[in-house]
């Protein structure tokens, strides 16, 4: 049995995504951040002062993965992470001063990501496929 990749949607969806992991890469690291870390800055730029398990649960990764990615953002000046008033367990992310500053930039790096990368699509092209992305999602989500 023969598997043509360029006929794989999983196949094209991890390319596209390595492609475009890449060129937000080039276009945040003069900020300081990396592409790992965009996603837990959006959330928390949305809602600041969550738990670790929020967190995992909103962004749809593994606890390790986040403890990780969070262990990095600390080092790094971006988050803060303090006991949290009810649950001894539990502790609240918090962005710091640097990762608020950065906010703007960021933004206009993933727009100007985005912008490349559906440069070829027309508008409704652009909708269609948003859409159909989030589809995949939602179906990918019921079939955990």
């Known amino acids: 049995m023969d598997f043509d990749r360029m006929n794989s949607a999983g196949y094209l969806i991890n390319h596209l995504a390595r492609l475009f ?6 276009r ?11 996603a837990t800055l959006l959330e928390l730029w949305m809602n600041d002062g ?4 929020e967190l995992v649960k ?5 606890q390790a ?12 000046g971006l ?27 960021a933004y206009e790096a993933a ?3 985005n912008e490349a990368a ?13 859409n159909i992305m989030r589809k995949i999602i939602v179906g990918m989500k019921n079939d955990e």
Not at 58 to 62: Q, V
């Open 65 to 76: 993965t986040l403890a990780n990615t969070l262990a990095r953002m600390e080092r790094d």
């Open 21 to 26: 992991a890449a060129g937000l890469r080039n």
């Open 79 to 105: 988050i803060t992470r303090r006991e949290h008033p009810t649950d001894g367990r539990a502790r609240i992310v918090r962005l710091t001063e640097k990762a608020r500053d950065i906010r703007k930039g």
């Open 50 to 53: 969550q738990t670790q398990k």
């Open 118 to 130: 559906l440069s070829s699509l027309s508008g409704e092209e652009r909708e269609q496929f948003n």
């Open 28 to 38: 945040i690291e003069p900020l300081g951040i990396v592409p790992g870390q965009f």
């Open 58 to 62: 909103k962004l749809d990764l593994e």
């Open 111 to 113: 727009q100007a990501t």
